[in-house]
């Protein structure tokens, strides 16, 4: 089973700052994982597959990186909307679709 | 609008049954595969099941292999969960969600471009 951990667990950024925030695979996942951002009372939302693709409709301000095993979230200036929780997500390995346990980016 | 609409949540006690459905509309329903993510209360995500667009192959997490069904009506742009043997674990968010973003993408491994608003399912005597 491959095990997503994210961190930091919580994140606390002011508005206009960068946030980076990590996701760590136990085996490899290439390049197929995918980035959410979840907000209280909501469904999750696709920020980013294929590692760096932004999905429809994403500002520029949201970019990923990575491959292997090391994957980034990075939001370059954030805004007021952005603070929510965070979801990584591996589609590479059985079982299917592992989510790590989000990372919590709040206001500073 | 591309749009999913989960309903058939409720409260059951442990043992029980529960069907859910998706109404699905603003796409091609059947060219999609679809997916079921669970979320406990105050968790994280958990992938349950995935369907291929036609219907002919289907996917389970292990926590619910035997105890759930998914299945789909391409006629009636439907995704469904029949889920049985219910346990208190069970009681999350059940999300729908439409798979296909990825180019080339292998069902069950997708990510999820269009999500329902969640429908709660409580086990509980």
């Known amino acids: 089973e491959t095990v997503m951990t994210q961190s930091p667990a919580t994140l606390s950024v002011s508005p206009g700052e960068r946030a980076t925030l990590s996701c760590r695979a136990s085996?490899?996942?290439?390049?197929?994982l995918a980035w959410y951002q979840q907000k209280p009372g909501q469904a999750p939302r696709l920020l980013i597959y294929?590692?760096?693709t932004r999905a429809t409709g994403i500002p520029a301000r949201f970019s990923g990186s990575g491959s292997g095993t090391e994957f980034t979230l990075t939001i370059s200036s954030l805004q007021s909307e952005d603070f929510a929780v965070y979801y990584c997500?591996?589609?590479?390995?059985?079982?299917?679709?592992?989510f790590g346990q989000g990372t919590k980016l709040e206001i500073k | 609008e591309v749009q999913l609409l989960e309903s058939g949540g409720g409260l059951v006690q442990p043992g029980g049954s529960l069907r859910l459905s998706c109404a699905a509309s603003g796409f091609t329903f059947s060219s999609y595969a679809m997916s079921w993510v669970r979320q406990a209360p105050g968790k994280g995500l958990e992938w349950v099941s995935a369907i291929s667009g036609s219907g002919s192959s289907t996917y389970y997490a292990d926590s619910v292999k035997g105890r759930f069904t998914i299945s789909r009506d391409n006629s009636k742009n439907t995704l469904y969960l029949q889920m049985n043997s219910l346990r208190a674990e069970d009681t999350a968010v059940y999300y729908c969600?439409?798979?296909?973003?990825?180019?080339?993408?292998?069902?069950?491994?997708?990510?999820?471009?269009?999500w329902g608003q969640g429908t709660m399912v409580t086990v509980s005597s």
């Open positions: 294929g590692a760096s």
């Open positions: 085996q490899s996942v290439s390049s197929n």
């Open positions: 997500q591996q589609y590479n390995n059985w079982p299917p679709n592992s």
């Open positions: 969600a439409k798979g296909g973003v990825v180019p080339a993408a292998i069902v069950p491994y997708d990510a999820f471009d269009i």
